[in-house]
């Protein structure tokens, strides 16, 4: 099966300006969750959509980032207006339902690495 | 905060065992531990998951501890491929609440030839 694919690989984007970062997770996963690393710490878990729904965003830094995963399919996160100290990775994960395939972990894609100048 | 503790690095020699331990001492009884692995300027890797019993697939081994409060990875016959960071996390099965990964420092394992 495919992985968990992210675009764009690299992103490079003024301070002030707006990014958006997809996910497109593995088919069939309702699971879907955002984490990020910032320079010198660890993975921070960011949110959770079960298919459409937010069921958890309490890693969400502040009000400029913005989650969607319309339809249940892909995910986007909007940064806007993205700061300096939001530079980093952005990692999205995927997984099966539980009870419906491998209670295995995640499938993590590659990341965004997002460089605000 | 990451409920578990991990020595910063390792060394190992290539085609020997990698014992790479960790601590969660303060693990709950419907807590699972999980191991993934970051391989520099990928994603975390799953590798795999135990609740008490000891666990082995295609990857490596986990055993945990009787009390639950540690448990080791073993990576049988390390390759260069496993130079990464090892991450021990502590979490909620996937089932339970969602199951969100908090992750620590890890262990960067250097396999050396």
């Known amino acids: 099966e495919a992985g968990v694919t992210q675009f764009p690989s690299h992103s490079v984007i003024e301070k002030g300006q707006t990014v958006t970062l997809r996910c497109d997770p593995i088919?069939?996963?309702?699971?879907l969750y955002w984490y990020r690393r910032v320079m010198g710490k660890e993975i921070k878990f960011l949110l959770h959509f079960v298919k459409e729904s937010k069921q958890d965003e309490s890693g969400m830094p502040n009000n400029r980032f913005l989650a969607e995963r319309t339809g249940g399919t892909y995910s986007t996160l909007k940064v806007q207006p993205a700061e300096l100290e939001d530079s980093g990775v952005y990692f999205c994960a995927s997984s099966h339902p539980p009870g419906t395939g491998s209670e295995d972990g995640y499938t993590f894609g590659s990341g965004t690495r997002l460089t605000v100048v | 905060d990451a409920k578990t503790t991990q020595p910063p690095s390792m060394d190992c020699a290539e085609g020997r065992a990698a014992n790479l331990p960790c601590n969660h001492s303060?693990?709950?009884?419907?807590?699972?531990v999980y191991w993934y692995r970051q391989i520099h300027s990928q994603g975390p890797q799953y590798i795999i998951h135990?609740?008490?019993n000891n666990e082995t697939n295609e990857m490596a081994s986990l055993i945990i501890t009787e009390d639950r409060k540690s448990s080791t990875l073993i990576l049988p016959h390390a390759t260069l491929r496993d130079t990464a960071v090892y991450y021990c996390i502590v979490s909620l099965p996937k089932w339970d609440q969602g199951g969100k990964l908090i992750f620590g420092q890890g262990t960067e394992l250097s396999v050396k030839p």
């Open positions: 303060t693990i709950s009884g419907n807590e699972y």
């Open positions: 088919s069939g996963h309702d699971n």
């Open positions: 135990g609740l008490k």
